[in-house]
T-cell receptor
Framework: AQSVTQLGSHVSVSEGALVLLRCNYS??????LFWYVQYPNQGLQLLLK??????LVKGINGFEAEFKKSETSFHLTKPSAHMSDAAEYFC???????????FGQGTTLQVKP | DAGVTQSPTHLIKTRGQQVTLRCSPK?????VSWYQQALGQGPQFIFQ???????QRGNFPDRFSGHQFPNYSSELNVNALLLGDSALYLC????????????FGPGTRLTVL
């Protein structure tokens, strides 16, 4: 069975600091991996996705993630945090051909001025 | 181009009642997935509809059922509501492939009293 573990339910950074949100996955077959962001009282918006092409994936709003098969990780980073990045972030894995997403528990990112 | 729309935005029901939630997919998408997001949790896959049939189902009881119409819109029905069914219900639409982006709607907040 596939699963996703997000390390750290709450991450706090200062504005301008590096953002690092951790995600580890478990999958018996090559996975597709996704990061989504959810702002309060809204649905989920895709930040980026890994689909077995380049291992370093660039997404929207300056975010990027690196797929490391040996570490079964797909951590999300951003060089410089903005106040507008404060939100809930979800890592998700899909391994079937039908797009069923399995989500982690989420990480709340707080950005301090 | 309208994205995924869901109705209603909020809903309050009492235990034992039945509820129907509605979703219209993004233009050009023919696959609709439903997720349940409990407070403070990641979304959990309920089921997916493609060509008016349930293609995949998550670990949810038969009280949860759905339907997809010829125009690809979809309904989620929940019978015999329990307090634990209180959650944000998210609809996502996509093309029928796991590596394609799933576009999420804003969700329906269901409160069961």
């Amino acid at each position: 069975a596939q699963s996703v573990t997000q390390l750290g339910s709450h991450v706090s950074v200062s504005e301008g600091a590096l953002v690092l949100l951790r995600c580890n996955y478990s999958s018996s077959v090559p996975p597709y991996l996704f990061w989504y962001v959810q702002y309060p009282n809204q649905g989920l918006q895709l930040l980026l996705k890994y689909t077995s092409a380049a291992t370093l994936v660039k997404g929207i709003n300056g975010f990027e993630a690196e797929f490391k098969k040996s570490e079964t990780s797909f951590h999300l980073t951003k060089p410089s945090a903005h106040m507008s990045d404060a939100a809930e972030y979800f890592c998700a894995v899909s391994t079937s051909n039908t797009g069923k997403l399995i989500f982690g528990q989420g990480t709340t990112l707080q950005v301090k001025p | 181009d309208a994205g995924v729309t869901q109705s209603p935005t909020h809903l309050i029901k009492t235990r034992g009642q039945q509820v129907t939630l509605r979703c219209s997919p993004k233009s050009g998408h023919d696959t609709v997935s439903w997720y349940q997001q409990a407070l403070g949790q990641g979304p959990q896959f309920i089921f997916q509809y493609y060509e008016e049939e349930e293609r995949q189902r998550g670990n949810f009881p038969d009280r949860f059922s759905g339907h997809q119409f010829p125009n690809y819109s979809s309904e989620l029905n929940v019978n015999a509501l329990l307090l634990g069914d209180s959650a944000l219900y998210l609809c996502a639409s996509s093309l029928p492939s796991s590596y394609n982006e799933q576009f999420f709607g804003p969700g329906t907040r269901l409160t069961v009293l």
